[in-house]
């Protein structure tokens, strides 16, 4: 055998084909990768191998509910038109209800195990597809709500205890999606986090000239400000500005928020740049050499 475990990795990497598959063309290859790679776009299994230096950052965020369980996830393509076609649509929701039904530990698993059905999408829309990140949830005698705005580009799950109705619990999903909150409320906050806030405070009072002795009093309410604006609870309700989000829970049954999960399609992935002209370049010129 003329490769080693970490051949089988990288040409993992390089077509998305699942591991056992990849080992076998490695065997039949002798450890050639790229003679590997050709025998598995013969196969019809590695056709994302040549877009893999692409960058999937469109996408779509989707949920999936299935009795006490739902599922929020986040899948990338490369353009939004794909983004917006049923078949890439389609596509998503058969990876949510396989995490909700499998509840596999992470990302590569679920890559892993749905290796063929991947390859299968990619050799149909002709874009690279990665699965990027998803969250689980299952509730005993709660409440799970998923909301899903603009067509997949802010995804929310949030929990309830049993008391909230359907109209409420969507009401905060619908809000943690427009507001973001970070924490359900200030409690939850890390301490080094409030400090940082502290610090940042009293440095840009300091700045502008306050006078030391009525810097922690105003810093105070910086900080009262501050959990308003990443609390979930202290956050003025979208629906009415004049109560908080606590408020219209306590007016509504005393419902308590358990969990939540926001996801905005894309945030910190590499963008593409779009060069038009560029592109039209590479088509002529692969026009050419393909005459």
């Known amino acids: 055998m003329n490769f080693t475990s970490k051949d089988v990795m990288d040409l993992r990497a390089r077509t998305g084909v699942g591991m056992m598959d990849c080992k076998k063309a490695l065997v039949e290859s002798d450890g050639d990768m790229e003679k590997a790679i050709e025998i598995l776009r013969e196969k019809g299994m590695a056709t994302g191998a040549k877009r893999a230096g692409k960058i999937a950052s469109q996408g779509i965020v989707d949920a999936y509910s299935e009795g006490n ?44 195990n749905n290796a063929n059905l991947i390859n299968e999408t990619v050799a149909k829309i002709g874009e690279k597809i990665v699965v990027r990140r998803f969250e689980r949830y299952v509730t005993d005698g709660g409440k799970i709500s998923t909301y899903i705005h603009m067509g997949g580009k802010i995804g929310v799950m949030v929990e309830t205890d049993a008391a909230a109705s359907d109209e409420v619990a969507h009401d905060v999903a619908l809000h943690i999606a427009a507001v973001n909150p970070s924490y359900i409320c200030s409690s939850e906050i890390p301490a080094a986090v409030v400090e940082k806030e502290r610090e940042i405070s009293k440095a840009q009072l300091l700045n502008e ?83």
Do not use: H
């Not at 509504?252 to 358990?258: A, C, M, T």
């Open 209 to 291: 000239g306050k006078k030391p002795e009525i810097i922690d009093k105003i810093v105070g309410g910086k900080i009262s400000k501050f959990y308003k604006e990443v609390c979930l609870l202290e956050q003025p309700f979208v629906k009415d500005g004049e109560k908080s989000v606590a408020d219209y829970l306590k007016a509504n049954g005393g419902v308590k928020v358990l969990r939540f999960t926001r996801y905005t399609m894309g945030e910190g992935l590499e963008k593409k740049e779009e060069n038009l002209a560029n592109e039209v370049e590479e088509q002529i010129a692969k026009a050419k050499a393909n005459k």
């Open 69 to 112: 369980v739902s599922v929020l996830v986040e899948v990338n393509c490369e353009s939004d038109f794909v983004a917006r076609g049923e078949q890439f649509k389609e596509f998503v929701q058969k990876i949510a209800a396989y995490i909700a039904s499998a509840n596999p530990a992470d990302v590569q698993a679920v890559t892993e």
